[in-house]
């Protein structure tokens, strides 16, 4: 009688060791699926704590935005400058992104431009689309939000922020956002489990670099 309790016990615990475990590694697959946009665009800052500062700045249109005003929604930030050719030169992609995501009532792109006056900007988004520019251009001309907040000084420079107002990723220099694994990194960021990998100046390349090889192998 003891040994068949001994054997219940031992079973049920054995199963539910192996229910753990189970359990344990589906969670482990999911985080790691959902780095593997974050890792395919190689960011050159990624993390879960640091808030977006807020900021109120003008639109080419004259009207005020806030970033606080997005709340619950993923925000992309571009800043840049005419000054920059890489910033015209990816213009078009970022005209594409901005299109798609015209259609969804979840993110929103918005362009920080650092130009004097808005004539300066309208010129040069002009040049780049030969159109008007299908997202919210807002002006820093003294640069207080795109370098005194941010931080920026290179440009062009594009920041991803999600919809609890957490600054997950920045991406430095030009980018082909028309890449579909941009609207995949978008749509990771709303939704668990998040990724949980760190990427910051003081990152370990190739620690970064061997966790994304075998997310991306395992994806």
């Not at 030969?130 to 370098?147: I, N």
Request: glycine share 6%.
């Amino acid at each position: 009688m003891r040994f068949a309790i001994a054997a219940e016990i031992a079973f049920v615990l054995l199963a539910g060791t192996a229910v753990y475990a189970f359990v344990s590694m589906a969670r482990t697959s999911e985080t790691r699926r959902a780095c593997v946009p974050l890792c395919a665009m190689h960011p050159s800052y990624a993390g879960r704590n640091r808030t977006a500062p807020d900021f109120e700045l003008r639109a080419l249109d004259g009207r005020s935005v806030k970033l606080s005003q997005f709340a619950g929604k993923t925000v992309v930030l571009s800043f840049w400058t005419s000054a920059c050719p890489p910033c015209i030169e990816e213009m078009p992609s970022l005209a594409h992104l901005a299109k798609v995501l015209a259609k969804r009532r979840d993110v929103v792109l918005l362009s920080v431009s650092t130009d004097t006056d808005g004539a300066a900007a309208r010129s040069a988004i002009e040049a780049g689309l030969s159109a008007p520019a299908p997202f919210p251009v807002l002006l820093d001309p003294e640069s207080s939000v795109v370098g005194g907040k941010y931080g920026t000084r290179l440009f062009p420079e594009t920041w991803f922020v999600d919809p609890r107002g957490i600054i997950r990723a920045r991406f430095d220099g030009a980018r082909d956002w028309s890449n579909p694994v941009v609207l995949d990194l978008i749509d990771s960021l709303a939704r668990p489990p998040s990724c949980d990998i760190d990427i910051a100046s003081g990152s370990s390349d190739r620690e970064i670099e061997g966790i994304c090889e075998e997310t991306l192998s395992a994806g």
